[in-house]
């Protein structure tokens, strides 16, 4: 089989964590098995989506170093939906439905006050053509159903295993507004046959849909594509990511500085039997993930957890991959990237903590370490240096003075650099130089 996936959001807002969890697992899916990834704007919804919303999700997915191998619009494709409508209607499994909105309520209420399902009664069924003129001439305007068979839609999913959705406790779903506007699942179906998806990689809210979907498939003459429902990724608070909510977006982790490699792990591997460790790319992840390693349980995000990886892919990256960004920072030097790498959490910090080798230093001294820093300071060899200088140096105090561990050191570690953290010494004095030492010393 060439395998074929999709990942499709809607352009109404920024993508977050949360939807970049399926545009992932669908890339690694299709380079796992030599597919093809489609990337399907789904804006039929004209109200809410833009064009700057669509543009965002693919600089997003840009960023986190997703190129699709197609795009398409679904606001392009209204013909082959149109067609698809003029099917189902010919062969009687879409039907028009003339209830208000404040109907319909009166109806499930109802329902619900003699114990029964608020399902739809199918009443429209039953309307006459005179009926239907009559609605039409009231002003009223159809929205179409699909005619459910009410059977059980079994199906084996990739992450969950043998499904069984039972449509008959289902509404008839409305796949067209009043407004001839098409919801979500019309357009879904069709481009899903039209594009030849063979695998349908999305989160275990949409399980219950998957029955009906199943059935459009069988109505337009397709077998349905075989269905992956992996657990959905939660917020540390354990709410589900939401645009609507304001959850942060992946623009905003771009903007704050964290690693796209590093956000791309947290947002696939949590939840799944694989470790949120460092790796070396995309592919490396596509190469190791498997669909049966996602979890049947909750994964939730955890902020320090991605600080803690973001740190580590940065205390790993070489001085080669840092080079160009650095520059664009207005630094350079190997041996200052080698030594203040350790200290980063996001990229953008190198810009304080290269201050300690290139200054401005405000010097920490303590009345009571004056003498002791006085006397550093006339010890500290001549040049030239190397990286024995640390350990001569701190021995010949240590004689001197009998002090040793942190009486001995952070003295030293706050007048050279004015911080109690930092970089190892060691090497951080051969990068200042006997002057600038001398200077932070006095």
């Known amino acids: 089989m060439n395998v074929t996936v999709r990942w499709a959001p809607s352009p109404t807002g920024r993508i977050h964590l949360g939807n970049a969890r399926p545009a992932l697992l669908n890339y690694f899916f299709a380079r796992r098995h030599g597919g093809r990834y489609v990337l399907r704007m789904d804006d039929t919804d004209l109200a809410r989506s833009t064009r700057a919303f669509a543009d965002g999700i693919e600089e997003d997915l840009a960023w986190l170093g997703v190129v699709p191998d197609l795009l398409v619009r679904q606001s392009e494709r209204t013909d082959l939906y149109d067609a698809a409508r003029d099917r189902l209607i010919a062969s009687g499994r879409l039907y028009p439905c003339y209830e208000t909105e404040e109907e319909l309520d009166r109806k499930r209420a109802r329902a619900r006050l003699l114990g029964k399902p608020p399902i739809y009664d199918r009443a429209a069924l039953d309307l006459t053509a005179e009926d239907k003129t009559r609605l039409e001439a009231e002003g009223r305007r159809p929205h179409w159903r699909f005619r459910l068979d009410g059977l059980a839609v079994q199906f084996d999913d990739l992450i969950k295993g043998k499904q069984t959705v039972n449509t008959n406790a289902m509404s008839d779903p409305v796949l067209i507004r009043a407004d001839g506007s098409y919801l979500y699942t019309l357009p879904s179906v069709v481009d899903d046959i039209e594009l030849g998806i063979t695998h349908v990689?999305?989160?275990?809210?949409?399980?219950?849909?998957?029955?009906?979907?199943?059935?459009?498939?069988?109505?337009?003459?397709?077998?349905?594509?075989?269905?992956?429902?992996?657990?959905?990724?939660?917020?540390?608070?354990?709410?589900?990511?939401?645009?609507?909510?304001?959850?942060?977006?992946?623009?905003?982790?771009?903007?704050?500085?964290?690693?796209?490699?590093?956000?791309?792990?947290?947002?696939?591997?949590?939840?799944?039997?694989?470790?949120?460790?460092?790796?070396?790319?995309?592919?490396?992840?596509?190469?190791?993930?498997?669909?049966?390693?996602?979890?049947?349980?909750?994964?939730?995000?955890?902020?320090?957890?991605?600080?803690?990886?973001?740190?580590?892919l940065l205390h790993n990256m070489s001085y080669e991959q840092a080079a160009p960004r650095l520059s664009a920072l207005g630094l350079e030097g190997e041996a200052t990237w080698l030594l203040l790498r350790e200290n980063l959490v996001k990229f953008p910090d190198i810009v304080e903590w290269s201050k300690l080798v290139t200054g401005p230093v405000e010097p920490v001294i303590a009345a009571e370490d004056r003498e002791f820093l006085a006397l550093a300071r006339a010890l500290l060899p001549p040049e030239p240096w190397d990286d024995t200088i640390w350990s001569q140096w701190t021995e010949a105090l240590k004689a001197a003075t009998g002090r040793k561990g942190k009486a001995l050191y952070l003295p030293l570690r706050l007048a050279l650099t004015g911080r109690h953290d930092g970089p190892e010494l060691r090497s951080l004095l051969v990068l200042l130089g006997r002057k600038v030492c001398l200077d932070r010393l006095s």
Do not use: C, W
């Open 201 to 312: 990689i999305r989160g275990e809210d949409h399980v219950s849909n998957t029955g009906t979907q199943v059935e459009i498939f069988e109505a337009l003459g397709s077998a349905a594509p075989i269905f992956g429902h992996h657990n959905l990724l939660a917020d540390a608070q354990g709410q589900g990511f939401s645009k609507r909510l304001g959850s942060q977006s992946i623009a905003d982790f771009r903007h704050d500085g964290y690693e796209p490699l590093a956000v791309a792990i947290v947002a696939t591997l949590t939840g799944t039997s694989l470790s949120v460790e460092p790796y070396e790319s995309l592919e490396a992840i596509a190469e190791k993930l498997d669909l049966s390693m996602i979890s049947h349980g909750a994964a939730r995000f955890d902020p320090a957890e991605l600080n803690g990886l973001n740190a580590r």
